[in-house]
């Protein structure tokens, strides 16, 4: 009965080793060591596998001492498989070295205490920026290392190799892909960062070729190969120790390659290489801390890509693996070609992993599947906003203090007759005071944690009054409730929806503001102030998120017949009022298309009055303000 000890069992390409292991060997001792932290993780992984019953877990940790075992009995060890290491390219120098360089040394301690073979899986990154070929046979040439990744992975192999009394092997991959047959893989990075950007191609017809640079040489092996590969090659030649394996394509390919093998899956564009990497190279390869390194690193974080990945991307390595291919193939593992698996690993990537997924429409319409977060939402512009949601297949939840009302819109709302060929969607009640930050707080997790997502944020809860300045020089709580409502309210949902939708990489801001941000019309001093300072934080917020997608809209509404202007009688014979609907729709158009703002013809109008007529508009204003009186509500007469 042969045992293994594995490290990293619950990773990426651990958790394929551990399985394949238990069916290469039915008699097989598998201990893996586990992380407390990824315990259960890493149970539910082993219940979904054949024979994961007889996996012994030890639960221990690479960064401490003896694995933080603690006198753990475990019996006689064979093979000591490490896979554990911290592969994150754009990780802290010091976390990284804590892992993958510490946590081989005393895992190397561990092998020769136990007198097992240790099979290190290391990386290509050991190459470092050698320039030429690097073969199983090559370790220390000189190079340099561009990252602090690439560093570590040749200080733990040089650990491995130098450990007395340790017999060893050493495999290292390229860089590792999803799965050959399925696609399936656990983060988007390494050679995924430029998928996002192919995305764009979807509309270049497909027989119209494209111009690409050639960045350097990429070398791409499906994480299946690997596992295959690593099992295969443990129990191959017993007792020789010091051989290294390349676990590497040993075709050189380059970005054109990478191109045209995913275009099939999207029926995207073929690429030609236009740019030579002679040329590009220099480029990516920026060093030092001067203006074009700063310009590079900002633009490469403008696209969603570690400024580390182009240091890795630009070297000129050629990795080479003839010799471990000729060997895996008198073992029954073959790689798949790069051409006949790609397609998988992008529509993997597409439906699971891209940043734009939370971004799409439904082919049936832009809001089928949306879930809105809707203030305000038991009357008025909100209720009527609500209705036309769901009757587009929006979830809608709705945000209010009075509960009852809340509760009553939400039955309402279900029982809603669906347009023809949309779905209905839903509507829940979340009652809550906006103006208490706990309160949101509160409620937005419960969202999030009963719903998972939200697409849409529309701040639409609303106070106005109508007032003089002059008769509420007593009367500053006034403002305070303003600004409680109209700013900090929607400030507060708008800062517990943020990191939320940051990380999906999507969202969009409503606010309903006011045409009197424009006008800014008598009496109407504390309201338009609050929306104005609503508007002024969501376009300094919006500036700050353009590149996480996340965007605001403010829809400048007029005068409309709610109940916040019934105590103001003056109202009662004015025409041109509008009507909720009529609000909605414009609430609507902003949550589909978007616009930084939606203006009336009106506002357009008072605005340009105020830039090219200033003391005449001011004039106009302040007849308009001794033509019509003080309400009696705004007097205090309540009779």
């Known amino acids: 009965m042969t045992s293994y000890f594995v490290t990293g069992g619950s990773g990426f390409i651990g958790r394929r080793v551990v399985q394949r292991l238990l ?26 596998i054949d024979g994961g019953d007889r996996v012994i877990t030890v639960v221990g940790d690479v960064t401490q001492d003896g694995l933080g075992l603690r006198g753990t009995e475990l019996g006689p060890i064979d093979h000591v498989i490490h896979l554990a290491a911290l592969h994150d390219i754009a990780a802290p120098e010091e976390s990284q070295h804590a892992v993958t360089v510490d ?24 190459a470092g920026n050698h320039d030429g070929e690097f073969t199983e046979n090559d370790f220390d040439l000189g190079q340099g290392f561009p990252t602090g990744c690439h560093r570590t992975k040749f200080d733990a192999e040089r650990i491995v190799r130098g450990t007395e009394g340790l017999s060893w092997r050493i495999y290292r991959p390229s860089a590792v892909v999803g799965d050959s047959v399925t696609g399936v893989t656990s983060k988007a990075d390494g050679p ?6 192919l995305t764009s191609l979807q509309q270049v017809p497909s027989f119209l070729p494209v111009p690409i640079p050639d960045i350097g040489h990429l070398n791409l092996v499906p994480v299946d190969f690997v596992a295959d590969a690593i099992v295969a090659l443990v129990d191959s030649q017993p007792g020789h120790s010091g051989l290294v394996f390349h676990l590497a394509d040993p075709q050189t390919r380059s970005s054109t390659d990478l191109l045209n093998a995913l275009s099939p899956a999207f029926n995207g564009p073929r690429g030609f290489t236009a740019v030579p990497s002679i040329i590009t190279r220099p480029i990516l390869a920026l060093s030092g801390r001067g203006p074009l390194r700063s310009g590079r690193n900002l633009m490469a974080e403008q696209a969603g890509i570690p400024s580390a990945v182009l240091d890795a991307a630009s070297l000129p390595v050629v990795f080479r693996s003839d010799a471990t291919i000729a060997t895996l193939a008198d ?3 073959l790689l798949p070609d790069l051409f006949e698996y790609a397609p998988r690993l992008w529509d993997y990537w597409y439906e699971e992993l891209a940043p734009c997924r939370h971004r799409r429409d439904d082919p049936r319409g832009p809001l089928v599947g949306k879930n809105i977060l809707l203030t305000g939402a038991s009357s ?34 279900d029982a809603e007759v669906p347009k023809p060929g949309l779905p209905l969607g839903r509507a829940y009640a979340y009652p ?13 997790k419960s969202i999030l944690t009963e719903h998972d997502h939200v697409d849409i944020l529309v701040n639409n809860a609303g106070r106005s009054i109508r007032r003089a300045s002059a008769n509420s020089v007593a009367r500053s709580h006034d403002y305070h409730r303003m600004m409680a409502v109209n700013y900090f309210g929607a400030v507060y949902l708008t800062l517990a929806l943020l990191p939320h939708m940051t990380e999906r990489q999507s969202g969009h801001i409503v606010n309903v503001s006011s045409i009197e941000v424009l006008s800014r019309a008598p009496r109407f001093g504390a309201y338009a102030a609050s929306k104005a300072a609503l508007e002024a934080f969501s376009d300094a917020t919006g500036a700050e998120t353009l590149s996480d997608h996340v965007t605001f809209s403010n829809i400048r509404i007029p005068l409309t017949r709610t109940r916040m202007i019934v105590p103001t009688n003056a109202y009662d014979a004015v025409r041109g009022i509008w009507s909720v609907d009529k609000a909605a ?5 902003a949550m589909i298309e978007r616009p930084k703002r939606v203006n009336t013809l009106l506002g357009d109008l008072v605005d340009l009055g105020h830039h090219a007529a200033p003391r005449l508009t001011n004039r106009l204003l302040h007849q308009d303000f001794l033509m019509n009186e003080e309400s009696a509500a705004a007097l205090g007469h309540t009779g």
């Open 192 to 197: 995924y960062y430029f998928f996002t950007h």
């Open 331 to 333: 073992l029954g593992v």
């Open 585 to 589: 729709h414009r609430v609507l158009r």
């Open 23 to 48: 069916a290469h060997d039915a008699t097989a001792r598998v201990h893996v060591l586990v992380r407390p932290g990824t315990l259960p993780r890493f149970a539910t992984a082993m219940e979904a």
């Open 380 to 413: 008025g512009i909100g209720r009527a906003t609500a209705r036309m949601c769901v009757r587009r297949g929006a979830n809608v939840f709705l945000v209010a203090r009075d509960a009852d009302r809340l509760v009553e819109t939400a039955a309402e709302l």
């Open 432 to 444: 809550a005071d906006i103006t208490d930050e706990s309160a949101v707080q509160t409620v937005v």
């Open 103 to 126: 946590g081989t040394r005393r895992v190397a301690e561990f092998a020769v205490a136990h007198r097992a073979m240790l099979h290190h899986v290391s990386s290509i990154a050991v």
